[in-house]
Protein backbone atom coordinates (compact mmCIF):
# COMPACT_ATOMS: atom_id res chain seq x y z
CA UNK A 1 0.00 0.00 0.00
CA UNK A 2 2.71 2.58 0.81
CA UNK A 3 4.80 1.41 -1.93
CA UNK A 4 2.03 2.20 -3.95
CA UNK A 5 1.68 5.79 -2.79
CA UNK A 6 5.32 6.18 -3.23
CA UNK A 7 5.12 5.43 -6.39
CA UNK A 8 2.46 7.65 -7.72
CA UNK A 9 3.70 10.34 -6.28
CA UNK A 10 6.98 9.64 -7.86
CA UNK A 11 5.47 9.18 -11.33
CA UNK A 12 3.46 12.11 -11.05
CA UNK A 13 5.94 14.67 -9.78
CA UNK A 14 8.44 13.33 -12.59
CA UNK A 15 6.18 13.96 -14.86
CA UNK A 16 5.06 17.05 -14.07
CA UNK A 17 8.74 18.17 -13.90
CA UNK A 18 9.01 16.97 -17.88
CA UNK A 19 5.70 18.81 -18.76
CA UNK A 20 5.85 22.01 -17.24
CA UNK A 21 7.64 24.53 -18.79
CA UNK A 22 8.68 26.60 -15.55
CA UNK A 23 12.21 25.73 -14.61
CA UNK A 24 11.64 26.52 -10.82
CA UNK A 25 8.29 24.69 -10.65
CA UNK A 26 10.45 21.26 -12.31
CA UNK A 27 13.09 21.94 -9.48
CA UNK A 28 10.60 21.78 -6.45
CA UNK A 29 8.73 18.72 -7.73
CA UNK A 30 12.09 17.11 -8.37
CA UNK A 31 12.04 17.47 -4.67
CA UNK A 32 9.12 15.28 -4.52
CA UNK A 33 10.40 12.97 -6.83
CA UNK A 34 13.30 12.26 -4.66
CA UNK A 35 11.26 12.28 -1.23
CA UNK A 36 8.98 9.20 -3.02
CA UNK A 37 12.43 7.67 -4.53
CA UNK A 38 13.79 8.16 -0.66
CA UNK A 39 10.57 6.42 0.90
CA UNK A 40 10.75 3.18 -1.28
CA UNK A 41 14.34 3.21 -0.24
CA UNK A 42 13.40 2.25 3.23
CA UNK A 43 10.66 -0.13 1.84
CA UNK A 44 13.18 -1.79 0.57
CA UNK A 45 15.31 -1.92 4.04
CA UNK A 46 17.55 0.16 2.63
CA UNK A 47 17.45 2.59 4.95
CA UNK A 48 21.12 4.10 4.49
CA UNK A 49 20.72 4.39 0.92
CA UNK A 50 17.60 6.45 1.27
CA UNK A 51 19.22 9.08 3.91
CA UNK A 52 22.69 9.04 1.77
CA UNK A 53 20.14 9.78 -1.24
CA UNK A 54 18.41 12.91 0.64
CA UNK A 55 21.60 14.04 2.18
CA UNK A 56 23.40 13.78 -1.61
CA UNK A 57 20.13 15.16 -3.97
CA UNK A 58 18.31 17.01 -1.79
CA UNK A 59 20.78 18.44 0.39
CA UNK A 60 23.56 19.49 -2.36
CA UNK A 61 22.75 19.02 -6.00
CA UNK A 62 19.06 20.17 -5.41
CA UNK A 63 19.82 23.26 -3.62
CA UNK A 64 22.57 23.95 -6.41
CA UNK A 65 20.06 23.84 -8.77
CA UNK A 66 17.71 25.72 -7.30
CA UNK A 67 20.48 28.50 -6.91
CA UNK A 68 21.65 28.15 -10.57
CA UNK A 69 17.83 29.02 -11.69
CA UNK A 70 17.36 31.58 -8.97
CA UNK A 71 20.33 33.24 -10.28
CA UNK A 72 19.94 32.94 -13.63
CA UNK A 73 16.05 33.36 -14.11
CA UNK A 74 15.75 36.40 -15.52
CA UNK A 75 17.95 36.73 -18.86
CA UNK A 76 17.67 39.80 -20.81
CA UNK A 77 14.52 40.89 -18.87
CA UNK A 78 12.99 37.38 -19.83
CA UNK A 79 12.15 34.73 -17.50
CA UNK A 80 13.94 30.82 -18.72
CA UNK A 81 11.45 28.67 -19.79
CA UNK A 82 12.28 25.36 -21.04
CA UNK A 83 11.65 24.68 -24.70
CA UNK A 84 10.77 21.63 -26.51
CA UNK A 85 14.64 20.54 -28.39
CA UNK A 86 15.84 17.00 -29.71
CA UNK A 87 12.22 16.63 -30.84
CA UNK A 88 13.31 13.50 -32.77
CA UNK A 89 16.23 12.40 -30.53
CA UNK A 90 15.06 12.35 -27.33
CA UNK A 91 11.36 10.32 -28.39
CA UNK A 92 13.56 8.02 -30.08
CA UNK A 93 16.23 7.16 -27.19
CA UNK A 94 13.55 6.97 -24.32
CA UNK A 95 11.27 4.65 -26.13
CA UNK A 96 14.09 2.66 -26.76
CA UNK A 97 15.35 2.20 -23.28
CA UNK A 98 11.70 1.41 -22.64
CA UNK A 99 11.81 -0.96 -24.87
CA UNK A 100 14.99 -2.49 -23.20
CA UNK A 101 13.60 -1.95 -19.98
CA UNK A 102 10.38 -3.85 -20.61
CA UNK A 103 11.81 -6.76 -22.89
CA UNK A 104 14.55 -7.32 -19.30
CA UNK A 105 11.73 -7.21 -17.05
CA UNK A 106 9.61 -9.89 -18.96
CA UNK A 107 12.44 -11.92 -19.58
CA UNK A 108 13.34 -11.93 -15.66
CA UNK A 109 10.45 -14.10 -14.75
CA UNK A 110 10.51 -12.59 -11.25
CA UNK A 111 8.30 -15.21 -9.15
CA UNK A 112 11.05 -17.65 -8.97
CA UNK A 113 14.66 -14.70 -8.63
CA UNK A 114 15.98 -16.34 -5.20
CA UNK A 115 15.93 -13.19 -3.35
CA UNK A 116 12.21 -13.15 -3.56
CA UNK A 117 11.40 -16.35 -2.75
CA UNK A 118 12.95 -15.58 1.11
CA UNK A 119 11.64 -12.04 0.98
CA UNK A 120 9.81 -13.24 4.12
CA UNK A 121 12.60 -13.85 6.40
CA UNK A 122 14.09 -10.79 8.79
CA UNK A 123 16.73 -9.38 6.35
CA UNK A 124 18.57 -7.41 8.74
CA UNK A 125 19.01 -9.88 11.48
CA UNK A 126 20.08 -9.00 14.80
CA UNK A 127 21.19 -5.87 13.49
CA UNK A 128 19.42 -2.38 13.64
CA UNK A 129 20.40 -1.19 10.22
CA UNK A 130 22.49 -1.56 6.96
CA UNK A 131 25.32 0.55 8.20
CA UNK A 132 27.73 -2.25 9.58
CA UNK A 133 27.25 -4.54 6.30
CA UNK A 134 27.59 -1.75 4.24
CA UNK A 135 30.72 -0.28 6.19
CA UNK A 136 32.71 -3.49 6.29
CA UNK A 137 32.01 -4.57 2.50
CA UNK A 138 33.46 -0.74 1.73
CA UNK A 139 36.50 -1.39 3.36
CA UNK A 140 37.02 -5.21 2.10
CA UNK A 141 35.20 -6.04 -1.20
CA UNK A 142 35.07 -2.83 -3.24
CA UNK A 143 37.79 -0.85 -1.37
CA UNK A 144 39.35 0.30 -4.93
CA UNK A 145 36.55 1.81 -6.54
CA UNK A 146 35.64 3.17 -2.89
CA UNK A 147 39.10 4.91 -3.10
CA UNK A 148 39.05 6.01 -6.74
CA UNK A 149 35.38 7.61 -6.37
CA UNK A 150 37.21 9.48 -3.54
CA UNK A 151 40.22 10.73 -5.28
CA UNK A 152 37.59 11.55 -8.14
CA UNK A 153 35.68 13.94 -5.75
CA UNK A 154 39.03 15.28 -4.64
CA UNK A 155 40.26 15.96 -8.10
CA UNK A 156 37.17 17.35 -8.66
CA UNK A 157 36.92 19.63 -5.42
CA UNK A 158 40.42 21.41 -6.41
CA UNK A 159 39.39 21.64 -10.22
CA UNK A 160 35.91 23.64 -8.53
CA UNK A 161 38.81 25.76 -6.11
CA UNK A 162 41.27 26.54 -9.08
CA UNK A 163 38.44 27.64 -11.25
CA UNK A 164 37.22 30.23 -8.85
CA UNK A 165 39.95 31.62 -7.60
CA UNK A 166 41.04 35.07 -8.82
CA UNK A 167 44.46 34.69 -11.48
CA UNK A 168 47.14 37.14 -10.20
CA UNK A 169 47.89 39.44 -13.07
CA UNK A 170 51.00 38.23 -14.69
CA UNK B 1 0.42 8.83 16.60
CA UNK B 2 0.92 9.32 19.95
CA UNK B 3 4.45 10.23 19.50
CA UNK B 4 3.53 12.61 16.81
CA UNK B 5 1.00 14.42 19.69
CA UNK B 6 3.07 14.21 22.50
CA UNK B 7 6.27 15.84 21.13
CA UNK B 8 4.13 18.52 19.02
CA UNK B 9 2.80 19.29 22.70
CA UNK B 10 6.05 19.38 24.71
CA UNK B 11 7.87 21.24 21.92
CA UNK B 12 4.84 24.25 21.77
CA UNK B 13 5.72 24.42 25.34
CA UNK B 14 9.31 25.02 24.98
CA UNK B 15 8.64 27.30 22.39
CA UNK B 16 6.00 29.35 24.33
CA UNK B 17 8.59 29.22 27.73
CA UNK B 18 11.68 30.40 25.28
CA UNK B 19 9.30 33.23 23.46
CA UNK B 20 9.13 34.49 27.23
CA UNK B 21 12.52 34.06 28.10
CA UNK B 22 13.95 35.73 25.23
CA UNK B 23 12.08 39.11 25.95
CA UNK B 24 13.33 38.74 29.76
CA UNK B 25 16.24 37.71 29.28
CA UNK B 26 16.98 41.02 26.33
CA UNK B 27 15.00 43.03 28.71
CA UNK B 28 17.33 42.25 31.50
CA UNK B 29 20.99 42.37 29.91
CA UNK B 30 19.63 46.00 28.26
CA UNK B 31 18.55 47.09 32.39
CA UNK B 32 14.82 46.65 31.04
CA UNK B 33 11.94 45.06 32.96
CA UNK B 34 10.43 43.14 29.52
CA UNK B 35 6.74 42.35 29.77
CA UNK B 36 5.16 42.69 33.07
CA UNK B 37 1.55 43.63 32.34
CA UNK B 38 0.06 40.28 31.22
CA UNK B 39 -0.06 37.62 34.22
CA UNK B 40 2.22 37.75 37.07
CA UNK B 41 5.44 38.70 36.32
CA UNK B 42 4.44 39.25 31.86
CA UNK B 43 4.17 35.63 31.96
CA UNK B 44 0.97 35.15 29.61
CA UNK B 45 2.78 37.30 26.78
CA UNK B 46 3.62 34.79 24.50
CA UNK B 47 0.65 32.97 24.40
CA UNK B 48 -1.23 36.19 23.58
CA UNK B 49 1.17 37.27 21.10
CA UNK B 50 0.32 33.98 19.70
CA UNK B 51 -3.35 34.90 19.72
CA UNK B 52 -2.66 38.22 18.62
CA UNK B 53 -1.15 36.80 15.66
CA UNK B 54 -3.82 34.24 14.70
CA UNK B 55 -6.40 36.80 14.26
CA UNK B 56 -4.74 38.88 11.64
CA UNK B 57 -5.64 38.95 8.44
CA UNK B 58 -3.41 36.46 6.11
CA UNK B 59 -1.99 38.70 3.18
CA UNK B 60 -0.61 37.02 0.12
CA UNK B 61 1.27 39.87 -1.78
CA UNK B 62 -0.21 39.99 -5.28
CA UNK B 63 2.70 39.39 -7.69
CA UNK B 64 3.83 36.55 -5.55
CA UNK B 65 3.92 32.67 -6.07
CA UNK B 66 0.98 32.00 -4.62
CA UNK B 67 1.49 28.37 -4.34
CA UNK B 68 4.91 28.25 -3.21
CA UNK B 69 4.11 31.20 -0.73
CA UNK B 70 1.32 29.02 1.03
CA UNK B 71 3.57 25.70 1.12
CA UNK B 72 6.96 27.09 2.32
CA UNK B 73 6.13 27.76 5.67
CA UNK B 74 4.34 24.08 6.25
CA UNK B 75 7.92 22.64 4.49
CA UNK B 76 10.27 24.37 6.76
CA UNK B 77 8.13 23.41 10.00
CA UNK B 78 8.05 19.66 8.68
CA UNK B 79 11.37 19.43 8.00
CA UNK B 80 12.49 20.98 11.56
CA UNK B 81 10.07 18.96 13.37
CA UNK B 82 10.71 15.77 11.29
CA UNK B 83 14.16 15.97 13.28
CA UNK B 84 12.64 15.57 16.31
CA UNK B 85 11.71 11.81 15.33
CA UNK B 86 14.91 10.70 16.56
CA UNK B 87 15.63 12.45 19.56
CA UNK B 88 15.44 10.23 22.88
CA UNK B 89 13.67 12.07 25.28
CA UNK B 90 13.57 9.58 28.17
CA UNK B 91 15.81 5.90 28.69
CA UNK B 92 12.46 4.31 27.37
CA UNK B 93 11.25 6.52 24.98
CA UNK B 94 12.21 7.75 21.44
CA UNK B 95 9.39 8.59 18.67
CA UNK B 96 11.21 6.49 16.23
CA UNK B 97 14.80 4.71 17.37
CA UNK B 98 16.00 3.95 14.38
CA UNK B 99 19.91 2.79 13.80
CA UNK B 100 20.80 5.68 11.96
CA UNK B 101 19.41 8.54 13.68
CA UNK B 102 22.07 10.75 13.62
CA UNK B 103 22.69 10.71 9.57
CA UNK B 104 18.87 11.07 9.00
CA UNK B 105 18.95 13.82 11.31
CA UNK B 106 21.41 15.65 9.61
CA UNK B 107 19.76 14.94 6.32
CA UNK B 108 16.29 16.13 7.13
CA UNK B 109 17.50 19.27 8.45
CA UNK B 110 19.11 20.06 5.28
CA UNK B 111 14.71 19.85 3.74
CA UNK B 112 14.75 23.28 5.90
CA UNK B 113 16.64 24.75 3.25
CA UNK B 114 14.41 24.03 0.73
CA UNK B 115 11.78 25.96 2.11
CA UNK B 116 13.75 29.29 2.85
CA UNK B 117 14.45 29.17 -0.94
CA UNK B 118 10.89 29.03 -1.82
CA UNK B 119 9.80 31.18 0.48
CA UNK B 120 12.21 33.58 -0.24
CA UNK B 121 11.30 33.46 -3.93
CA UNK B 122 7.47 33.09 -3.40
CA UNK B 123 7.49 36.36 -1.98
CA UNK B 124 8.53 38.34 -4.92
CA UNK B 125 10.90 40.85 -3.15
CA UNK B 126 14.22 41.19 -3.39
CA UNK B 127 14.83 41.87 0.38
CA UNK B 128 13.07 38.15 1.05
CA UNK B 129 14.83 36.65 -1.97
CA UNK B 130 18.34 37.90 -0.56
CA UNK B 131 17.81 36.93 2.87
CA UNK B 132 16.80 33.45 1.72
CA UNK B 133 19.65 33.64 -0.33
CA UNK B 134 22.25 34.56 2.66
CA UNK B 135 20.22 31.82 4.66
CA UNK B 136 20.64 28.96 2.81
CA UNK B 137 24.91 29.87 1.86
CA UNK B 138 24.89 30.02 5.50
CA UNK B 139 23.58 27.13 6.26
CA UNK B 140 25.04 25.03 3.80
CA UNK B 141 28.48 26.25 4.75
CA UNK B 142 28.11 25.34 8.90
CA UNK B 143 26.94 22.52 7.67
CA UNK B 144 30.34 20.85 7.19
CA UNK B 145 31.89 22.06 10.53
CA UNK B 146 28.82 20.77 12.13
CA UNK B 147 29.06 17.48 10.67
CA UNK B 148 32.61 16.95 11.47
CA UNK B 149 32.19 17.91 15.38
CA UNK B 150 28.81 14.94 15.41
CA UNK B 151 31.06 12.94 13.16
CA UNK B 152 33.97 12.76 15.99
CA UNK B 153 31.61 11.68 18.27
CA UNK B 154 30.19 9.07 16.19
CA UNK B 155 33.70 7.87 15.69
CA UNK B 156 33.86 7.79 19.70
CA UNK B 157 31.20 6.26 20.07
CA UNK B 158 31.19 3.92 17.45
CA UNK B 159 27.07 4.13 16.83
CA UNK B 160 24.83 6.24 14.99
CA UNK B 161 21.70 5.55 17.28
CA UNK B 162 20.87 8.52 19.64
CA UNK B 163 19.33 6.37 22.05
CA UNK B 164 22.65 3.61 22.12
CA UNK B 165 25.11 7.24 22.31
CA UNK B 166 22.51 8.21 25.54
CA UNK B 167 23.47 4.56 27.08
CA UNK B 168 26.86 5.18 26.58
CA UNK B 169 27.00 8.24 28.76
CA UNK B 170 25.59 7.10 31.50
CA UNK B 171 25.37 4.64 34.62
CA UNK B 172 22.41 2.66 33.32
CA UNK B 173 25.16 1.76 29.71
CA UNK B 174 24.95 -1.94 30.43
CA UNK B 175 21.15 -2.43 30.36
CA UNK B 176 20.99 -1.43 26.51
CA UNK B 177 20.49 -4.41 24.95
CA UNK B 178 24.19 -5.23 23.55
CA UNK B 179 26.53 -3.40 25.62
CA UNK B 180 25.90 -5.79 28.94
CA UNK B 181 29.62 -6.09 29.04
CA UNK B 182 30.98 -2.49 27.86
CA UNK B 183 32.96 -0.60 29.70
CA UNK B 184 33.82 3.31 30.40
CA UNK B 185 36.81 4.03 31.92
CA UNK B 186 37.95 7.65 33.31
CA UNK B 187 38.74 10.10 30.12
CA UNK B 188 38.27 6.78 27.85
CA UNK B 189 41.70 5.78 28.62
CA UNK B 190 42.07 2.17 29.80
CA UNK B 191 45.36 2.10 30.62
CA UNK B 192 44.89 4.66 33.09
CA UNK B 193 42.64 1.33 35.20
CA UNK B 194 39.92 3.70 36.78
CA UNK B 195 36.64 1.81 35.91
CA UNK B 196 33.46 4.59 35.92
CA UNK B 197 31.29 2.32 34.35
CA UNK B 198 29.34 1.95 37.79
CA UNK B 199 30.05 5.91 38.56
CA UNK B 200 28.48 7.59 35.98
CA UNK B 201 27.03 11.16 36.19
CA UNK B 202 29.37 13.72 34.59
CA UNK B 203 32.61 11.43 34.20
CA UNK B 204 30.95 9.44 31.76
CA UNK B 205 29.82 12.07 29.40
CA UNK B 206 31.24 11.81 26.34
CA UNK B 207 32.97 15.94 27.06
CA UNK B 208 34.39 13.79 30.17
CA UNK B 209 35.14 10.32 27.90
CA UNK B 210 37.07 12.08 25.71
CA UNK B 211 38.08 15.07 26.72
CA UNK B 212 39.00 16.26 22.69
CA UNK B 213 34.84 16.40 22.41
CA UNK B 214 34.84 19.46 24.43
CA UNK B 215 36.52 21.44 21.47
CA UNK B 216 34.01 19.63 18.96
CA UNK B 217 31.17 20.75 21.17
CA UNK B 218 32.19 24.07 21.20
CA UNK B 219 32.53 24.09 17.46
CA UNK B 220 29.52 22.06 17.15
CA UNK B 221 27.72 25.20 19.26
CA UNK B 222 29.44 28.14 16.51
CA UNK B 223 28.18 26.13 14.21
CA UNK B 224 24.39 25.41 15.51
CA UNK B 225 23.90 29.25 15.96
CA UNK B 226 24.71 29.87 12.54
CA UNK B 227 22.01 26.97 11.31
CA UNK B 228 19.75 28.47 13.58
CA UNK B 229 19.74 32.02 12.56
CA UNK B 230 20.82 33.54 15.89
CA UNK B 231 23.19 36.66 16.52
CA UNK B 232 25.50 36.73 16.20
CA UNK B 233 24.83 35.14 12.66
CA UNK B 234 21.54 36.54 11.86
CA UNK B 235 22.75 38.82 8.95
CA UNK B 236 19.73 36.57 7.12
CA UNK B 237 17.72 38.16 9.37
CA UNK B 238 19.55 42.06 9.74
CA UNK B 239 16.72 44.05 10.05
CA UNK B 240 19.27 47.17 9.37
CA UNK B 241 19.19 46.16 5.79
CA UNK B 242 16.87 43.58 4.85
CA UNK B 243 14.05 44.32 6.79
CA UNK B 244 13.48 41.02 8.14
CA UNK B 245 14.75 38.05 5.64
CA UNK B 246 13.06 35.50 3.64
CA UNK B 247 9.85 36.03 6.57
CA UNK B 248 9.48 39.40 5.42
CA UNK B 249 6.38 39.06 3.49
CA UNK B 250 4.18 36.50 6.28
CA UNK B 251 1.61 37.39 8.36
CA UNK B 252 -1.08 35.99 10.38
CA UNK B 253 -0.69 31.98 11.28
CA UNK B 254 2.07 31.77 7.97
CA UNK B 255 3.85 33.74 10.08
CA UNK B 256 3.43 32.43 13.36
CA UNK B 257 4.70 28.98 12.03
CA UNK B 258 7.81 30.22 10.20
CA UNK B 259 8.54 31.98 14.17
CA UNK B 260 7.90 28.50 15.39
CA UNK B 261 9.54 26.81 12.80
CA UNK B 262 12.63 29.07 13.95
CA UNK B 263 12.50 28.43 17.36
CA UNK B 264 12.06 24.71 16.84
CA UNK B 265 15.37 24.91 15.20
CA UNK B 266 17.06 26.38 17.98
CA UNK B 267 15.36 23.76 20.38
CA UNK B 268 16.63 21.10 17.87
CA UNK B 269 20.01 22.09 17.53
CA UNK B 270 20.14 22.55 21.79
CA UNK B 271 19.01 18.88 22.34
CA UNK B 272 21.23 17.24 19.82
CA UNK B 273 24.44 18.99 21.20
CA UNK B 274 23.00 18.13 24.96
CA UNK B 275 22.57 14.00 23.37
CA UNK B 276 26.10 13.90 21.82
CA UNK B 277 27.69 15.75 24.16
CA UNK B 278 26.53 16.35 27.31
CA UNK B 279 25.05 13.27 28.76
CA UNK B 280 21.83 13.07 27.13
CA UNK B 281 19.08 12.54 29.45
CA UNK B 282 21.51 11.37 32.06
CA UNK B 283 22.18 12.75 35.51
CA UNK B 284 25.13 14.96 35.94
CA UNK B 285 25.83 13.22 39.87
CA UNK B 286 27.63 10.67 40.23
CA UNK B 287 28.01 7.92 42.09
CA UNK B 288 30.08 8.41 45.31
CA UNK B 289 30.88 5.22 47.14
CA UNK B 290 27.89 4.16 49.07
CA UNK B 291 26.59 7.10 47.86
CA UNK B 292 24.89 6.40 44.33
CA UNK B 293 23.70 9.91 43.40
CA UNK B 294 23.78 8.73 39.84
CA UNK B 295 21.17 5.68 40.79
CA UNK B 296 19.03 7.77 43.24
CA UNK B 297 18.53 10.51 40.29
CA UNK B 298 18.45 8.61 37.55
CA UNK B 299 14.99 6.33 38.46
CA UNK B 300 14.45 2.94 36.64
CA UNK B 301 14.52 2.43 32.81
CA UNK B 302 10.66 2.08 31.65
CA UNK B 303 8.88 3.35 35.07
CA UNK B 304 7.68 6.80 35.56
CA UNK B 305 10.32 7.35 37.87
CA UNK B 306 12.91 6.93 34.82
CA UNK B 307 10.68 9.05 32.84
CA UNK B 308 10.65 11.82 35.16
CA UNK B 309 13.94 11.78 35.63
CA UNK B 310 15.41 11.64 32.30
CA UNK B 311 12.74 14.18 30.63
CA UNK B 312 13.66 16.14 33.21
CA UNK B 313 17.23 16.28 33.06
CA UNK B 314 17.33 16.39 29.28
CA UNK B 315 15.36 19.61 29.17
CA UNK B 316 16.90 21.50 31.94
CA UNK B 317 20.61 20.77 30.50
CA UNK B 318 18.48 21.95 26.93
CA UNK B 319 17.24 25.04 28.74
CA UNK B 320 20.96 26.08 29.73
CA UNK B 321 21.88 25.65 26.17
CA UNK B 322 18.93 27.76 25.00
CA UNK B 323 20.11 30.49 27.53
CA UNK B 324 23.31 30.83 26.22
CA UNK B 325 22.05 31.28 22.62
CA UNK B 326 19.86 34.20 24.14
CA UNK B 327 22.75 35.43 25.91
CA UNK B 328 24.95 35.32 23.38
CA UNK B 329 22.55 37.20 20.90
CA UNK B 330 22.67 40.61 22.92
CA UNK B 331 26.74 39.82 24.30
CA UNK B 332 27.87 39.95 20.68
CA UNK B 333 27.64 42.26 17.52
CA UNK B 334 26.49 40.70 13.79
CA UNK B 335 28.87 39.51 11.88
CA UNK B 336 29.73 40.47 8.16
CA UNK B 337 29.35 38.20 5.80
CA UNK B 338 32.75 38.12 5.11
CA UNK B 339 33.75 37.48 8.84
CA UNK B 340 31.27 34.78 8.44
CA UNK B 341 32.88 32.74 5.99
CA UNK B 342 36.35 33.39 6.96
CA UNK B 343 35.36 31.96 10.41
CA UNK B 344 33.75 28.83 8.74
CA UNK B 345 36.19 27.88 6.14
CA UNK B 346 39.68 29.26 7.27
CA UNK B 347 38.98 28.33 11.38
CA UNK B 348 35.96 25.70 12.04
CA UNK B 349 36.46 23.95 9.45
CA UNK B 350 40.00 23.14 9.86
CA UNK B 351 40.21 22.32 13.42
CA UNK B 352 37.27 20.22 13.34
CA UNK B 353 38.91 18.17 11.05
CA UNK B 354 42.00 18.13 13.27
CA UNK B 355 39.62 16.92 16.21
CA UNK B 356 38.08 14.01 13.89
CA UNK B 357 42.02 12.87 13.47
CA UNK B 358 42.30 13.19 16.92
CA UNK B 359 39.12 11.43 18.03
CA UNK B 360 40.32 8.72 15.98
CA UNK B 361 43.37 7.95 17.64
CA UNK B 362 41.48 8.72 20.96
CA UNK B 363 39.07 5.64 20.37
CA UNK B 364 42.05 3.52 19.60
CA UNK B 365 43.22 4.35 23.34
CA UNK B 366 39.70 3.46 24.21
CA UNK B 367 39.68 -0.06 23.45
Known amino acids: ?170 | MLAFVLTLVLLLLVVIVLAYAERKVAAFMQDRLGPTEAGPYGSLQPALDVLKLLQKEDIVPAAADKALFKLAPILIFAAVFAGFAVIPFTPATVPAGIGIGVFYLLAIISLDVIGLLMAGWGSNNKYAMLGAMRSVAQIVSYEIPAGLAILSVVMICQSLDFQEISYQQGALMNQFPGMEYDMNWLFGIRELGINTTTIGGITTWNIFRAPILLVAFVIYFIASLAESNRAPFDIPEAESELVAGFHVEYSGFRFAVLFLAEYSMMVLVSLVAVVLFLGSWNTPLPNIGPVSLAYWTSGTVGEVSGILWGAFWLISKTFVLLFVQLQLRWTYPRLRVDQLMHLCWKVLTPVALGVVLIAGIWRLLMI
Not at chain 1, 18 to 45: D, E, M, P, Q, W
Not at chain 1, 73 to 85: A, G
Open chain 1, 1 to 170: MLFYIFAILAILSGAFMVLTRNLLYAGFSLLVTLLSLAGIYVLLFADFIAVTQLMVYVGGVLVLILFGIMLSSRVHDKSVLSENVNTVWGPLVSGLLLVGLGYTILKAEIASLPWLLTADTDVLGPQKSTVQSIGIKLMTDVVVPFEVASLLLLIALIGAAYIATDKPKV
